[in-house]
């Protein structure tokens, strides 16, 4: 079970924290205050690393310590996403899921094809829709709205990626990681 009650003094895992690139699944704080804000139950936090970010349930998500004494890999939620680390370190996910549920919205894709078009730029996906009929304009105009933005932080990720990794950084390599973390970001983003 995701997101338990918190109380004061009671030590938190943080699985993810959207849109944040100061902290990563696995580190650990210590609650300082619990309080509900606008419906929401809220936490802030003393986090190892020196952070006092707050904890927003249904925004982002933690576990415990002292929940029957399971490990963090028992639990399949958490082997989820530490495959997937690099999808919250590198990327901005805050914006990329916003992106992929404009894309559903704009229903001229299944989620299972989305991944390209969060590479692809305004450009590209106006070509490839040019002679097609759009069922829902405004919101695939609100995709091509923000598609560079979307194609801009893919590259942007691959490349800290890449430079973190010690990986050369050129158009072969950029190229097969866009695909490669764009396929790791959709399935990301249906499962959360």
Sequence with gaps: ???????????????????????????????????????????DVKWDNGSTLSLI???????????????????????????????????????????????????FTNMYGASPYLYMGRERIEHEFKYKDIHNEEAFEEVLDHANQAQAEMINGVINYLEDKGIEEDMSSINRYLQRFATKIVQTYTFL
Excluded: C
């Design 1 to 43: 079970m995701a997101n338990p009650k918190l109380k004061p003094g009671d030590r938190v895992f943080l699985i993810s924290m959207n849109g944040e690139n100061s902290l990563f699944f696995g580190d650990w704080g210590t609650v300082k205050k619990a309080y509900v804000l606008f419906g929401a139950d809220q936490y």
């Design 57 to 107: 349930d249904g925004e982002d998500k933690w576990d415990i310590t002292n929940r029957k004494k399971k490990t963090i890999k028992e639990n399949d939620s958490n082997k989820f996403f530490m495959d997937n680390i690099d999808v919250f370190k590198y990327f901005n996910m805050k914006f990329l899921k916003k992106y992929l549920l404009m894309i559903r919205d704009a229903s």
